[in-house]
């Protein structure tokens, strides 16, 4: 028989069917490594995305703010009620599949173990930041907290590497930290002892803030690798990113600056002896610079430089200095001591919560490290949306509906760089039956693969907001449904992200924990 040989057409043809299978399984399954083969929507205003995913889990949660009215001891632990509840995906008309009481969806295999520095090798990452955040090792929410944190730097492009430092962990503490998944691409941990209540030998005072002077000092001094960045910056654990933090680009930064020097020199340097920093004259008034405070001035400054600081330069420089703090790490090896130190000399004045703020700027005083304060690099709530210390000026009534998309983050065209997220959010109308945000109103359990995450506010907050006639008020409403919209999308992502590398057999993702006030 003779042997027919196929055409060179037919070869060719099966050639390319089976590279287009090859090709669309690698697709597939780069999907899946990556947890996004379920459907994904993008909005025409951009951000940042987490595609949706199915979950048909009947049971949702209620949260008020009647548990959670003390700032520091609120838990979050929820009340359940039972209701059906529609499917927590970016497509409204999708099937139910099951009916389950906690009905999960698949978990993705976490993926392949990879180099702690994966996206940008050695030289390529020329960034020259450090940013450091400070934690307890027993402090509430921290797996929440140091997840968004990371997640939402990793969304918008952040560069350098990140370490949190994390004081007072006992040995199986440490053990389990360490096995807590990382989501920046050099993202780092620094063990420290904790500080509070024993800073200095023979100080007994229950004051966590000890930690964050006292820590860093540590950091600087041991942190393995060392230090090798150029600058430093200090950050709190409650912030979200919404572009990133740069600095030295030479840009001008006038825009977000209120103070006295001529607008053309203001831009973003940070080199030895000048630093930035957020305004938080809001809250801090002239802090220990004030007419008020001469004595506690003189209690910390006695024979030093900072107490022969005019009340000019002290306005300008240094009074309602906030995080994020921008220096050259040899300045904060330079004002450290005296940082960690007048914090404790300064409780030994008052108990005031902000110490170790007020502390901060005259250390800073003392070595002549003078800042440039700005309003945009972390603001804290649009209560201040009228006067020119923080940066509220974004949320405009024309742009897109932030809590109309289950899941897209709408990204105004010049956001800030970050929102420290203190405080509460929403509150449209009234406070009574109505939505907010509040970190300290989530349940502690939303990291478990069981539980729900966290539901948006209806979509008529906004136009609600957009409507109201006083427009001072209109403008703080429209920040503050975007901030909270916009936390709720980016938390719930954050933690989707650490439930595919931490459940296994699968988890919860309808999102039902409603938090609303009950007042």
């Given at each position: 028989?003779?042997?027919?040989?196929?055409?060179?057409?037919?070869?060719?043809?099966?050639?390319?069917?089976?590279?287009?299978?090859?090709?669309?399984?690698?697709?597939?399954?780069?999907?899946?490594?990556?947890?996004?083969?379920?459907?994904?929507?993008?909005?025409?205003?951009?951000?940042?995305?987490?595609?949706?995913?199915?979950?048909?889990?009947?049971?949702?949660?209620?949260?008020?703010?009647?548990?959670?009215?003390?700032?520091?001891?609120?838990?979050?632990?929820?009340?359940?009620?039972?209701?059906?509840?529609?499917?927590?995906?970016?497509?409204?008309?999708?099937?139910?599949?099951?009916?389950?009481?906690?009905?999960?969806?698949?978990?993705?295999?976490?993926?392949?173990?990879?180099?702690?520095?994966?996206?940008?090798?050695?030289?390529?990452?020329?960034?020259?930041?450090?940013?450091?955040?400070?934690?307890?090792?027993?402090?509430?929410?921290?797996?929440?907290?140091?997840?968004?944190?990371?997640?939402?730097?990793?969304?918008?492009g952040q560069r350098g590497p990140i370490t949190q430092i994390l004081s007072g962990c006992t040995?199986?503490?440490?053990?389990?930290?360490?096995?807590?998944?990382?989501?920046?691409?050099?993202?780092?941990?620094?063990?420290?002892?904790?500080?509070?209540?024993?800073?200095?030998?023979?100080?007994?005072?229950?004051?966590?803030?000890?930690?964050?002077?006292?820590?860093?000092?540590?950091?600087?001094?041991?942190?393995?690798?060392?230090?090798?960045?150029?600058?430093?910056?200090?950050?709190?654990?409650d912030f979200v990113f919404f572009k990133p933090l740069e600095v030295n680009t030479g840009r001008?930064?006038?825009?977000?600056?209120?103070?006295?020097?001529?607008?053309?020199?203001?831009?973003?340097?940070?080199?030895?002896?000048?630093?930035?920093?957020?305004?938080?004259?809001?809250?801090?008034?002239?802090?220990?610079?004030?007419?008020?405070?001469?004595?506690?001035?003189?209690?910390?400054?006695?024979?030093?430089?900072?107490?022969?600081?005019?009340?000019?330069?002290?306005?300008?420089?240094?009074?309602?200095?906030?995080?994020?703090?921008?220096?050259?790490?040899?300045?904060?090896?330079?004002?450290?001591?005296?940082?960690?130190?007048?914090?404790?000399?300064?409780?030994?004045?008052?108990?005031?919560?902000?110490?170790?703020?007020?502390?901060?700027?005259?250390?800073?005083?003392?070595?002549?490290?003078?800042?440039?304060?700005?309003?945009?690099?972390?603001?804290?709530?649009?209560?201040?949306?009228?006067?020119?210390?923080?940066?509220?000026?974004?949320?405009?009534?024309?742009?897109?509906?932030?809590?109309?998309?289950?899941?897209?983050?709408?990204?105004?065209?010049?956001?800030?760089?970050?929102?420290?997220?203190?405080?509460?959010?929403?509150?449209?109308?009234?406070?009574?039956?109505?939505?907010?945000?509040?970190?300290?109103?989530?349940?502690?359990?939303?990291?478990?693969?069981?539980?729900?995450?966290?539901?948006?506010?209806?979509?008529?907050?906004?136009?609600?907001?957009?409507?109201?006639?006083?427009?001072?008020?209109?403008?703080?409403?429209?920040?503050?449904?975007?901030?909270?919209?916009?936390?709720?999308?980016?938390?719930?992502?954050?933690?989707?992200?650490?439930?595919?590398?931490?459940?296994?057999?699968?988890?919860?993702?309808?999102?039902?924990?409603?938090?609303?006030?009950?007042?």
């Amino acid at each position: 028989m003779q042997r027919v040989e196929p055409s060179s057409a037919r070869t060719s043809g099966r050639t390319r069917i089976v590279a287009l299978v090859v090709l669309g399984l690698v697709g597939v399954s780069l999907l899946n490594y990556y947890g996004m083969a379920s459907v994904a929507r993008a909005s025409a205003e951009g951000g940042n995305v987490l595609p949706a995913l199915h979950s048909t889990t009947h049971s949702a949660t209620r949260h008020t703010d009647r548990e959670t009215e003390s700032h520091a001891a609120a838990h979050g632990n929820a009340t359940a009620h039972a209701m059906d509840a529609p499917h927590a995906t970016a497509d409204a008309n999708a099937d139910a599949t099951e009916s389950e009481e906690h009905s999960v969806h698949p978990a993705t295999p976490p993926p392949p173990a990879t180099p702690r520095v994966g996206l940008y090798q050695g030289k390529d990452d020329p960034s020259e930041l450090h940013i450091v955040f400070s934690m307890s090792c027993t402090q509430g929410k921290r797996l929440l907290l140091q997840s968004v944190f990371q997640y939402s730097a990793t969304a918008v492009g952040q560069r350098g590497p990140i370490t949190q430092i994390l004081s007072g962990c006992t040995d199986a503490e440490r053990d389990a930290v360490l096995k807590e998944p990382t989501f920046y691409y050099d993202f780092r941990r620094h063990f420290t002892p904790s500080y509070s209540p024993h800073p200095e030998p023979g100080i007994d005072d229950n004051y966590t803030p000890y930690n964050k002077p006292f820590a860093l000092r540590h950091f600087l001094e041991h942190a393995d690798p060392p230090v090798s960045r150029d600058v430093l910056v200090l950050v709190d654990a409650d912030f979200v990113f919404f572009k990133p933090l740069e600095v030295n680009t030479g840009r001008d930064v006038s825009k977000y600056y209120h103070g006295t020097r001529a607008k053309q020199t203001v831009n973003d340097t940070v080199t030895d002896g000048l630093a930035i920093a957020q305004d938080w004259f809001n809250y801090m008034g002239a802090g220990w610079f004030g007419d008020g405070n001469r004595a506690r001035l003189e209690h910390l400054c006695a024979g030093k430089p900072c107490l022969h600081v005019s009340k000019d330069d002290a306005g300008e420089y240094y009074a309602g200095t906030g995080p994020p703090y921008i220096m050259t790490v040899r300045d904060m090896r330079r004002m450290i001591d005296d940082y960690a130190h007048m914090v404790v000399l300064g409780r030994n004045k008052t108990d005031d919560w902000m110490v170790e703020m007020y502390a901060y700027a005259v250390a800073a005083a003392n070595h002549n490290i003078k800042h440039t304060i700005l309003t945009h690099l972390g603001v804290t709530h649009p209560q201040f949306v009228d006067n020119n210390r923080e940066y509220w000026d974004f949320a405009h009534a024309d742009m897109a509906n932030p809590c109309a998309d289950p899941v897209a983050v709408v990204v105004p065209e010049d956001p800030p760089v970050g929102v420290h997220y203190c405080q509460k959010y929403g509150h449209v109308l009234s406070e009574k039956n109505s939505h907010y945000y509040y970190k300290y109103s989530i349940p502690n359990e939303v990291t478990e693969c069981k539980a729900a995450l966290l539901k948006l506010p209806p979509a008529s907050d906004w136009t609600d907001a957009v409507g109201l006639k006083d427009k001072k008020m209109q403008a703080r409403k429209r920040h503050e449904v975007w901030t909270e919209c916009s936390l709720i999308k980016i938390v719930n992502q954050a933690v989707m992200q650490l439930k595919q590398r931490t459940c296994p057999l699968g988890f919860n993702t309808f999102q039902g924990v409603e938090v609303i006030s009950d007042k």
